[in-house]
């Protein structure tokens, strides 16, 4: 008999893509409505013109932050920190500084997995060190 927390966690993790799923289709149709009304907005202006012509751009993910930006705030975060902080923390204190985590397209995830990039960077740098674990999360201070 399978485990009830393994049950537990894929049942939460295959609403969770469903509900991706969802998504991404409704913004798809939202997309296609969209393509469509320019194209007939174009044939308004010219019934001739051949929309295969018109290359597709190739769309590129949200750029959180600005060069050297996202290695300032987490020094700034840091520096005003009493403790040491988990790249959890750290993440969560600059997205809601940036007011990221009310916009419907921000990927947690991802912005912490940058963050994590960044902080990374700086310990190479010798600006910051990691100094032990919280369970699984690491824990970040300004280098002494």
Request: glycine letters at 4%.
């Amino acid at each position: 008999m399978a485990e009830t927390h393994v049950l537990s966690a894929l049942t939460k993790k295959r609403a969770e893509v469903s509900g991706e799923i969802k998504h991404y289709e409704e913004l798809l149709k939202k997309s296609k409505l969209s393509l469509q009304s320019i194209d007939q907005t174009i044939h308004l202006f010219d019934e001739s013109y051949d929309l295969r012509t018109i290359k597709a751009k190739r769309v590129h993910s949200e750029r959180y932050f600005k060069n050297g930006e996202a290695k300032t705030m987490i020094l700034d975060v840091l520096r005003t920190a009493t403790e040491p902080l988990s790249t959890n923390n750290i993440s969560k204190k600059i997205a809601l500084s940036r007011g990221f985590d009310n916009k419907e397209s921000f990927d947690l995830n991802r912005f912490q997995k940058m963050v994590f990039a960044s902080l990374e960077r700086c310990e190479n740098n010798g600006l910051i060190e990691r100094i032990g674990k919280d369970g699984l999360a690491i824990l970040w201070r300004i280098k002494a």
